[in-house]
Nanobody, 120 residues
Framework: QVQVVESGGGLVQAGGSLRLSCAAS????????MGWYRQAPGKQRDLVATITRGGNTNYADSVKGRFTISRDNAKNTVYLQMNSLKPEDTAVYYC??????????????WGQGTQVTVSS
């Protein structure tokens, strides 16, 4: 089995920064795309940023220029550096990883989420 676990959320004032981490573990053969999504209360889960194994990135318009996604393939870990945070960034942030296992099984794996709260 495989899993991903997020860390790094918390409470920060507007204009501040946070860095989220997400580590994948288990019988991993390879990981393709990794990404971050967020869900605010009463709203749908939306894409924040994704990154391919080769490092190509994609961002939601609302976070471009403020957030940076990166990954360490050797550690099966993806990061999200969030700067200039705004109250509207408040949400539960979820990690997603496209994982192939040693037995060639394919999983789109979600983490349990980490809360980010930005106070005004």
């Amino acid at each position: 089995q495989v899993q991903v676990v997020e860390s790094g959320g918390g409470l920060v004032q507007a204009g501040g920064s946070l860095r989220l981490s997400c580590a994948a573990s288990g019988s991993i053969r390879s990981i393709n795309d990794m990404g971050w999504y967020r869900q605010a209360p009463g709203k749908q889960r939306d894409l924040v940023a994704t990154i391919t194994r080769g490092g190509n990135t994609n961002y939601a318009d609302s976070v471009k220029g403020r957030f940076t996604i990166s990954r360490d393939n050797a550690k099966n870990t993806v990061y999200l550096q969030m700067n200039s945070l705004k109250p509207e960034d408040t949400a539960v942030y979820y990690c997603n990883a496209d994982i192939w296992t040693d037995l060639f099984r394919h999983y789109h794996t979600w983490g349990q989420g980490t809360q980010v709260t930005v106070s005004s």
